[in-house]
């Protein structure tokens, strides 16, 4: 599943937005996170593992313990919570950036970004405003055209995407990703952009930059982990049960171990304790999905679904999946109201837009 469409059919199973990808500007590359409501290892980070990337973010963390007032470390740890598309903890370090040095508008820029892709790639009033202390910002300028597309504004959208390409050094790592949204919006087929660079390349080569890790105060204690041991966080979310971020990174830790079966329990676990959290329901669905074999869509998953629908009327997700459910059992006209109200939200003309409307037109 995505943040976005997932259609099951014969013909070839998952083909309407199961890669309604999201570009991460962050690490001064283009890294494609293929936002999947939980966190894909391999498709998220490029063939490495989450442990690298959270062993990234524990030399960081030690490095911060020590030197808390290290605001380039500050912006990698931001960064490589992003890779683990871990928002809050991305969101924080940003925030501790941001308040020393208050003045950079790239700061501002990064920050948006974390907010939107925490979102699920709809630009949100705290995002937008984030954008608007850095307007001169590539990301700022992207993502503020997308939220034009988002509200139906499509050729004005289009416009600051061409003006953008146009501006972008032509050896620009993401500008193959401009390019690819305005195709987008055209609604013409186009080739999924690839990274020059990868994004632990990245933060590795910077920690390099930034040499060796300061010993932390010997009074202190040693900073958290990022990537405890599976019982660390069992025991965790025993005694926190109200810890979403926990409950998440224990399900990211099966997954990352190959241990889907253990991750699709934590998750059941983490939705019994806090029913009405919308990342940890997507997070459910999204692994739900992964074990769908057959065209007929499980109860289990449709009850999910329906749990979101409850909380966000409007999640595009819920919206496909709820439709498709209801044209599998004949409820034709339940079927075509939710696609009907997707459709509102997807931008006129697009690929998606004008695949959803096939499905509407099929309809008996």
Request: net charge negative; glycine share 6%; with cysteine.
């Amino acid at each position: 599943m995505a943040s976005g469409l997932d259609l099951v059919t014969k013909e070839g199973s998952r083909f309407f937005l199961k890669k309604r990808t999201k570009k991460l500007l962050l690490l001064g590359c283009v890294t494609t996170v293929v936002h999947a409501t939980s966190c894909r290892a391999q498709d998220a980070t490029h063939g490495h593992s989450p442990g690298d990337f959270a062993r990234m973010a524990l030399t960081l963390k030690t490095r911060l313990a020590a030197q808390p007032k290290d605001t380039d470390s500050w912006i990698l740890l931001g960064r490589t919570y992003a890779a683990l598309q871990n928002w809050p903890d991305a969101e924080d370090a940003f925030a501790h950036a941001m308040a020393l040095r208050p003045d950079e508008p790239a700061l501002h820029a990064q920050l948006g970004e974390v907010l939107t892709l925490k979102a699920g790639g709809q630009v949100g009033d705290a995002a937008a405003a984030q954008f608007g202390q850095a307007p001169d910002d590539p990301r700022s300028i992207y993502y503020l055209a997308l939220a034009l597309a988002q509200h139906g504004e499509t050729e004005k959208a289009k416009a600051r995407l061409r003006s953008l390409a146009d501006a972008a050094p032509p050896d620009a790592d993401w500008r193959q990703m401009v390019v690819d949204s305005l195709h987008s919006l055209d609604g013409t087929a186009h080739p999924q952009s690839t990274p020059q660079s990868s994004a632990i390349d990245a933060v590795e080569d910077e920690l390099a930059r930034l040499g060796p890790p300061p010993a932390a105060p010997a009074d202190d204690a040693a900073p958290p982990r990022d990537d405890p041991p599976v019982a660390a966080l069992e025991d965790r979310v025993r005694r926190e049960p109200a810890n979403a971020a926990a409950w998440l990174m224990l399900a990211r830790t099966y997954r990352a171990t190959g241990d889907a079966p253990k991750a699709l329990d934590a998750l059941r676990r983490a939705n019994q304790s806090l029913p009405a959290n919308m990342d940890l329901l997507l997070a459910y669905a999204d692994a739900l999905a992964d074990g769908i074999t057959e065209d007929k869509l499980p109860p289990q998953f449709i009850g999910v679904m329906q749990q979101i629908n409850a909380i966000d009327p409007n999640q595009q997700d819920a919206l496909w999946y709820l439709g498709l459910a209801a044209a599998q059992r004949g409820d034709n006209h339940r079927a075509a109201a939710l696609w009907q109200r997707l459709a509102g939200q997807l931008p006129a003309g697009s690929r998606e837009r004008k695949s959803l409307q096939e499905r509407l037109d099929a309809l008996p």
